[in-house]
């Protein structure tokens, strides 16, 4: 996962594929460079700049999560709200809260997905339910395992 990360990040912003009038592009750059009060203001949700520190020494980009009206949808989906079922309760310490009954479907898919590759790194890749069972019981003696799961 760590490979594909770094791929992404070093393949860069899409090339424009016509000719760039220099002119357009300095008069662009100044509006993308000014403080929003002023007009443009791209800069101040997509420059480059260091973010918070998520789950332990990963580092991100600061991007405001606001609706600035050009991608409302995009911005929408992020509000998007979903009954947690079974997976009410659970989180994974240091990198997300315990998730509520009705929670943020963002919240959902990130414990989902980060238990995953917990799990996956902690059982060291085994599939099958009882074999992760047994694996955790070897490692940790003191693991118990829900109730009806053995």
Same mark, same amino acid.
């Given at each position: 996962?760590?490979?594909?990360? &770094?791929?992404?990040?070093?393949? @860069?912003?899409?090339?424009? !594929?016509?000719?760039?009038? =220099? $002119?357009?592009?300095?008069?662009?750059?100044?509006?993308?460079?000014?403080?929003?009060?002023?007009?443009?203001?791209?800069?101040?949700?997509?420059?480059?700049?260091?973010?918070?520190?998520?789950?332990?020494?990963?580092?991100?980009?600061?991007?405001?999560?606001?609706?600035?009206?050009?991608?409302?949808?995009?911005?929408?989906?992020? &509000?998007?709200?979903?009954?947690? @079922?079974?997976?009410?309760? !659970?989180?994974?310490?240091? =990198? $997300?809260?315990?998730?509520?009954?009705?929670?943020?479907?963002?919240?959902?898919?990130?414990?989902?997905?980060?238990?995953?590759?917990?799990?996956?790194?902690?059982?060291?890749?085994?599939?099958?339910?009882?074999?992760?069972?047994?694996?955790?019981?070897?490692?940790?003696?003191?693991?118990?395992?829900?109730?009806?799961?053995?």
């Amino acid at each position: 996962m760590s490979k594909l990360e &770094d791929l992404v990040k070093s393949i @860069g912003a899409p090339k424009w !594929p016509w000719t760039i009038d =220099a $002119t357009l592009a300095a008069r662009g750059k100044v509006i993308f460079e000014q403080a929003a009060p002023q007009g443009g203001g791209c800069n101040g949700c997509h420059g480059i700049a260091d973010g918070d520190e998520r789950f332990p020494f990963i580092k991100t980009w600061k991007t405001p999560i606001q609706n600035v009206g050009t991608d409302t949808r995009q911005y929408d989906v992020l &509000d998007w709200t979903a009954k947690t @079922g079974v997976l009410q309760g !659970p989180y994974i310490p240091l =990198a $997300t809260v315990p998730l509520k009954d009705n929670d943020l479907v963002i919240n959902i898919l990130a414990t989902s997905v980060i238990g995953s590759i917990a799990e996956n790194v902690l059982t060291g890749g085994v599939t099958s339910s009882n074999a992760r069972i047994d694996l955790l019981r070897e490692r940790y003696p003191d693991f118990s395992a829900a109730p009806g799961t053995d």
